[in-house]
């Protein structure tokens, strides 16, 4: 149980386009959605924290406007990456919680690379 | 800000033998403490969490917990070398380290 799905696991666009990251939680329901970067041999950074039918409550130094957080159902959580840049290129990471556990459960990740 | 530090590495024991890894962090008043393994390319599993002070074991990793010292630390014993990877510490859940990474060889 507690499985946690991504898509797409990878993604390559051009500079200047959006793209859409969906986490969905598979077998639970997941009141609180986070969502993570990483950069190569770096810590994950936690960028925000989502729950169902409310705003997304961001982390100091990032963008709102740019990282677009949307949970709209106990499932469902997406991060679109507005007017993307290379230097947005990371592995985004997503993790999910529910009203029984603070464990979180990990989706499989998405590599980004911003050509 | 909240502080995580580990050491980078990289870690090398040989099989068998027991891994040790640790952490420290900055904020007195964290309460939950978690250790993660990341391969690459991966997102994170988690091993274990610790709450209290003292050890606690699951299998072959034990976490050590000392919240005087503000220090974590997971042993791995009878290390294998599927146990090769990055080794995360992460503090009041949302805060990791940059990882240890270790390589167990045969």
């Known amino acids: 149980g507690a499985v946690v799905s991504q898509h797409p696991s990878w993604v390559i666009c051009k500079s200047g386009t959006s793209v859409k990251i969906e986490c969905r939680s598979l077998d639970f329901q997941a009141t609180t959605m986070f969502w993570y970067r990483q950069f190569p041999k770096q810590s994950l950074m936690l960028m925000a924290t989502?729950?169902?039918?409310?705003?997304?409550?961001?982390e100091q130094g990032v963008e709102k406007d740019k990282f677009l957080i949307n949970h709209a159902s106990l499932t469902l959580s997406t991060l679109t990456v507005t007017s993307a840049h290379p230097e947005d290129s990371s592995f985004y990471i997503c993790s999910a919680t529910s009203e029984s556990t603070d464990t979180q459960y990990f989706g499989p990740g998405t590599r980004l690379t911003v050509l | 800000q909240k502080e995580v530090e580990q050491n980078s590495g990289p870690l090398s024991v040989p099989e068998g033998a027991i891994a040790s890894l640790n952490c420290t962090y900055s904020d007195r008043v964290s309460q939950s403490f978690f250790w993660y393994r990341q391969y690459s390319g991966k997102s994170p599993e988690l091993i274990m969490s610790i709450y209290s002070n003292g050890d606690k074991e699951d299998g072959r990793f034990t976490a050590q917990l000392n919240k005087a010292s503000q220090y974590v630390s997971l042993l791995i014993r009878d290390s294998q070398p599927s146990d090769s990877a990055t080794y995360l510490c992460a503090v009041n859940q949302f805060y990791f380290g940059t990882g240890t990474s270790l390589t167990v060889i045969p």
């Open positions: 989502s729950n169902e039918g409310s705003k997304a409550t961001y």
